[in-house]
């Protein structure tokens, strides 16, 4: 799958420039506008310093009409140079729908030859992350760095955000 995509600064670029660098890839489907996304920005921020030094790639895509990349970035409340996650803009949806997700918060999870090893939301309580009994995004992410092989899941949505 090859989705053209923009970056914060609006240069385009593609989806290659982030998958298949041998390494597993976290896509983070958020909005600064979604109140279901404003609940895990801890939870994203958790996942990826557990995993960075282990050269997760992780990336953050928006897209809403009413968002922006600033709002995504200002909505991380994190120093850009200690949280160094790009935030990919996906105008119209394009990879959204071609991942199935249709709403925020939402995580895809790909192996470095694209294959999807996961989508869902990041845990089983998307309302308070303490009390997840299953962080399914982060035991995916463990599973991929340790090149288990695992079946994909497509772990149950929770009714987030629609995309608009």
């Known amino acids: 799958m090859e989705t053209r995509l923009r970056d914060e600064q609006g240069e385009p670029l593609r989806l290659s420039a982030f998958v298949g660098r041998e390494k597993p890839c976290a896509l983070l489907f958020v909005a600064s506008t979604c109140p279901a996304s404003a609940l895990v920005w801890g939870r994203i921020k958790g996942v990826w310093y557990n995993h ?45 729908t071609a991942l199935g997700i249709s709403s925020t918060p939402m995580a895809v999870l790909l192996a470095p030859d694209g294959t999807m090893l996961y989508r869902g939301p990041l845990d089983d309580n998307w309302r308070d992350g303490a009390r997840a009994q299953n962080p399914w995004l982060e035991n995916a992410v463990r599973e991929a760095l340790q090149g288990r092989a695992s079946p994909f899941r497509d772990a149950i949505a929770f009714p987030g955000s629609k995309m608009r």
């Not at 994190?78 to 949806?93: F, K, Q, R, S, T």
């Open 52 to 96: 960075r030094d282990a050269d997760l790639r992780m990336v953050l895509v928006g897209g809403n009409s009413d968002d922006s990349p600033e709002a995504l970035r200002a909505a991380l409340k994190e120093d850009p140079a200690e949280l160094d996650l790009p935030i990919l803009w996906d105008a119209g949806h394009v990879l959204a």
